[in-house]
């Protein structure tokens, strides 16, 4: 089917490489605006009860509706109270009172309330409400900073979901500019080595530069119709450099190697696509079965990472199968054109360094003692992975971006500067029945409260039962609270029954009573988060239903549908991806060697993601703010990305393996051959991802910098010690039983006709039976 696929191409090679860059020229032109309509949330299950908690606030309480905190500073005023302060921000916002996007704005001035004001009273800030979503807001941003213009001696900065989401599309094209300024002559230069050509080197990046633009192309119409996170850009981007170029390498390797061997570039053509874009092929079904496990999770910020990199794929694939063999079969011999190889050797350098020799001394030296390779690398691997034992995870926040982002810094000091949680509470919506009013009810929900209030990280809890005595100004305890809803309103103190209006005015609909418990706590934080079960657990009292929501109780059901989903995503990457290398291989002991030397080398860089972002180590060298936690969705995103990415490495040595011992029948010969065929490849390949990924550790966001960290430090220990010294052991130990499978699975790979066939007609000597078809 691949020898078919290839002579195809190649009979049209000039219409699939000019169909091929016109294609991509359209996508680019929408794949400049990609980022348009990425959004910095995606953290809410809509099934959870923090779900139901937003559509009652929304349908109940008139919320629903975005909002911009502006945070406002004087050099000249010092007390943020003052009248002079006051007509400051008056002026200020006044432009904003005929904006229709504007429905009011809420701060000190209208209300006197101190939260407003900072702790040491030099700072306020005014909450300018929209009549517009979270992300309808974020086009709103430039317009109303445009109306803002504070006076002489006064600054403002403005927060809230949208000028936080546009702050950080704008930081997320800087860190990917920046690691495409390192990356792309870093890997410019390791292709010239590894091809000592510059047109064969030339082959790749022209690859990159059609799928990433066709990529952003395509994300920019799928984040029309769905919520999609802000780092799908960068992500789209890493994988789709790595990638490109990864299957372009094998493919262009094997092209040239095949017109040595003095095949005509229609020949050669179909031989690399038969072989290696087989492979290709094949390594990209693994990426992208590794990549849906994550449209399983519930929430856009991990899911739309999925589908962005299912997106890559699909590009990459088609381009390494379309425009890479008919612009490889235009070029013929040429491809070898402006040859580096005299330079290399003038230098002392080898003009194609495989160092196939040498790969070869090293794995029959593993092989002649694999159980002293297998224990001690193995014994490295679990040290190295022990931190991941340590692991938690916390759904991130604005504290995640640099320091000097203006939202960021805006959300920071409203965190720290003003009193705690006020902004961000813990929101219980109670369901009554009969009247909130009445003297039962208010005990009941007042007694509710009062036990609130006294959780750990709990500062206090606001409510229409929030009552204070008018003489002392002490907190009336429930009884005393039931005891005055109990009277007639006319019966009431005057500043009691009009304090008892304005809160049931502010919490009370119908039967549904809003209670905010502030807490002193980051709401991202783990500690946060795990108060949401304890709250959740208090009963309010008889006939009385709670729910609750916020932050907090957002972050908590997050990790909870995480958590739920996780072995299902998990175990369908290992299943699905096991099944893929059987079809290819017709072997049982492939896949299952396979997924656990993949997932050996991904706990360790699970490991040392924990240890360096976490626990704060090298946080001086990679720049960074360590948090107490790990982001959530990290862990899973890189699990499924590094499951793919890792397949590359396994099919396209294992392919020369299979070839070499259906050549010999001689297992350490073929292990050996295999390993010292594929090692300037693999190598190549490998310094090629390890490069990419690693420039990501320059970004100012976290988010990115830890995934390309982790990528780095996976794709490293996979391409060295995994292939280096792993699987020269294990598959010395198994021997024949690599290759073996049972009758009815060998008849079914057969039929199929998957497995890797080098030469035309294979000499068939004695020895185990292979799985899978031999011709």
Do not use: C
């Not at 629903?64 to 004087?74: D, M, P, Y």
């Not at 739309?304 to 890479?324: E, K, N, P, Q, R």
């Amino acid at each position: 089917m691949f020898t078919r696929w290839g002579a195809f191409v190649y009979r049209f090679r000039r219409v699939f490489a000019g169909g091929a860059v016109a294609f991509a020229l359209v996508m680019a032109f929408f794949g400049v605006n990609a980022s348009s309509h990425l959004s910095s949330g995606g953290w809410l299950d809509t099934t959870s009860e923090s779900a139901k908690v937003d559509e009652r606030l929304a349908a109940e309480f008139g919320g629903g509706k975005s909002s911009i905190i502006a945070l406002f500073r004087s050099t000249t005023s010092g007390d943020a109270t003052s009248p002079a302060f006051e007509a400051a921000i008056a002026q200020t916002v006044a432009p904003l009172a005929v904006d229709p996007d504007v429905s009011g704005i809420v701060g000190f001035a209208q209300t006197k309330d101190a939260r407003f004001v900072s702790s040491n009273g030099s700072a306020t800030y005014v909450v300018i409400q929209l009549n517009a979503t979270d992300e309808q807001s974020v086009d709103l941003v430039a317009g109303i900073r445009a109306k803002l213009v504070a006076p002489a001696g006064f600054s403002y900065q403005l927060t809230g979901y949208g000028p936080i989401t546009r702050d950080a599309a704008v930081l997320s094209e800087q860190d990917l500019a920046r690691a495409e300024t390192v990356s792309l002559p870093i890997v410019a230069l390791i292709l010239i080595f590894v091809f000592a050509s510059l047109v064969a080197a030339a082959m790749p990046l022209l690859v990159a530069g059609l799928a990433i633009p066709t990529t952003l192309g395509l994300i920019y119409f799928v984040s029309r119709q769905i919520e999609m996170s802000v780092y799908v850009i960068n992500i789209a981007t890493m994988l789709g450099l790595a990638l490109s170029i990864d299957y372009s390498l094998f493919m262009v390797s094997r092209f040239r190697e095949e017109l040595a061997k003095g095949r005509s570039p229609g020949e050669a053509v179909e031989k690399a696509v038969a072989t290696s874009g087989k492979a290709v092929a094949f390594s990209g079904f693994a990426v992208a079965i590794g990549l849906s496990g994550l449209l399983l999770f519930k929430s856009s910020a991990i899911s739309s990472i999925g589908v962005a990199g299912s997106l890559v794929v699909i590009g990459t694939l088609v381009y390494a199968l379309t425009f890479l063999p008919a612009t490889l079969g235009m070029l013929g011999p040429r491809v070898n054109s402006l040859s580096l190889g005299g330079l290399f050797r003038r230098l002392g350098w080898r003009p194609n360094p495989s160092g196939g020799h040498r790969w070869e001394q090293v794995a029959r030296v593993v092989m002649r003692r694999p159980f002293f390779v297998l224990v001690p690398v193995l014994a490295v691997l679990f040290l190295v992975g022990s931190p991941f034992f340590r692991l938690v995870q916390g759904v991130p926040d604005a504290s995640i971006y640099p320091p000097g982002m203006e939202s960021r810094d805006a959300y920071i000091a409203l965190q720290t500067e003003f009193p705690t949680g006020e902004t961000t509470p813990i929101v219980v919506l109670a369901t009554v029945q009969g009247d909130p009013g009445s003297a039962a009810n208010a005990t009941a929900l007042a007694t509710y409260a009062a036990s609130l209030a006294k959780l750990d990280g709990v500062t206090r809890v606001e409510s229409p039962y929030s009552l204070t005595d008018p003489t002392t100004g002490a907190a009336l305890s429930p009884a005393e609270v039931g005891q005055v809803y109990a009277l007639p309103a006319a019966s009431r103190p005057p500043a009691v029954e009009a304090a008892i209006s304005a809160l049931q005015q502010a919490y009370v609909r119908d039967g549904t009573v809003r209670l905010n418990a502030i807490s002193k706590l980051d709401p991202a934080s783990p500690q946060a988060t795990s108060m949401v079960p304890t709250i959740r657990a208090i009963p309010a009292g008889a006939g009385i239903t709670t729910i609750v929501g916020g932050e907090s109780a957002i972050g908590h059901d997050f990790l909870v549908a995480q958590g739920e989903r996780m072995p299902f995503a998990i175990g369908l990457t290992l299943i699905a991806s096991a099944i893929v290398l059987f079809l290819l291989f017709g072997s049982l002991a492939i896949p299952l060697k396979a997924v656990i030397m993949t997932l050996l080398s991904i706990s360790a860089s699970f490991g040392a993601l924990v240890w360096i972002f976490q626990d704060g180590n090298l946080s001086n060298v990679l720049h960074f703010t360590p948090l107490p936690y790990t982001i959530a969705g990290n862990p899973i995103i890189m699990f499924s990305v590094i499951f793919g990415l890792s397949m590359d490495y396994e099919v396209l040595l294992l392919s020369r393996i299979q070839e070499a011992y259906r050549r010999t029948r001689d297992n350490t010969t073929a292990v050996a051959e295999g390993l010292a065929r594929t090692a300037g490849v693999i190598t190549g390949a490998a310094l090629i991802m390890v490069s990419v990924f690693a420039s990501f550790s320059l970004a100012d966001t976290i988010t990115i910098k830890s995934i390309g960290v982790g990528m780095a430090i996976a794709v490293l220990l996979d391409a060295t010690i995994v292939r280096v010294l792993l699987v020269p052991a294990t598959m010395r130990l198994l021997g024949h039983w690599n290759w073996w499978a049972p009758g009815p699975l060998q008849r079914f790979a057969d039929r199929l006709g998957f497995d890797h066939v080098e030469d035309p007609e294979p000499v068939l000597e004695s020895g185990p039976t292979l799985g899978g078809a031999v011709g």
